[in-house]
């Protein structure tokens, strides 16, 4: 695609830029690529002393509202968006494992797990057990695809959770205990 050529230049008025010394287009719905190259205004395309020469793809939304006063280079920092989809059924081909597909132009990490879901293997399992904000395990936990599963360990009973029983002891020694009590008192 060419843009701005010297058969198409015009000058710049006030904000906007048709041509001469600067160029400006929107890239068309389904372009597949895209080539910049900077050259000088001339026909021999050589730069002049003290010409800058620079280009940028910029969010359309942020470049109306910013204006670059005597053609200046725009803040280090601009934003730029990139929107696309695979087409027809080919998002979800793509998927790796732990990913979540819908309507062929939407693909994420299903729920814990992150990474990137249209690489091969780009959703990995999160350790919600090797971080205590990320579980609500008391005692026991344990990792699993996707999830974790809280428990007690030997001695204590429950649902090992925080936000439920958590763990308690076992009281197996009162057993025990009363019949020792019951035992001395009979003798």
């Not at 389904?30 to 001339?42: A, E, I, P």
Request: aromatic share 10%; hydrophobic share 25%.
């Amino acid at each position: 695609m060419s843009i701005c050529d010297n058969e198409f230049m015009t000058t710049q008025y006030g904000d906007g830029c048709y041509g001469i010394d600067c160029c400006q287009a929107l890239i068309p719905y389904g372009l597949k690529n895209f080539t910049l190259d900077v050259r000088g205004t001339s026909s021999s395309g050589r730069y002049t002393y003290g010409s800058c020469k620079y280009a940028f793809l910029v969010d359309s939304d942020w470049f109306h509202k910013t204006s670059f006063p005597n053609n200046n280079m725009p803040p280090s920092d601009i934003p730029g968006v990139v929107d696309w989809k695979f087409s027809s059924n080919e998002t979800c081909k793509i998927c790796g494992s732990h990913t979540f597909c819908s309507n062929q132009t939407f693909v994420s990490c299903s729920c814990a797990i992150q990474g990137n879901p249209y690489l091969p293997q780009g959703c990995t399992d999160i350790d919600e057990c090797g971080n205590q904000s990320l579980n609500l395990c008391v005692k026991k936990c344990t990792n699993v695809a996707g999830n974790y599963s809280c428990s007690c360990p030997t001695g204590y009973h429950g649902d090992g959770r925080r936000d439920g029983i958590g763990c308690v002891k076992n009281r197996s020694w009162l057993i025990p205990a009363l019949i020792g009590k019951l035992l001395i008192l009979i003798h």
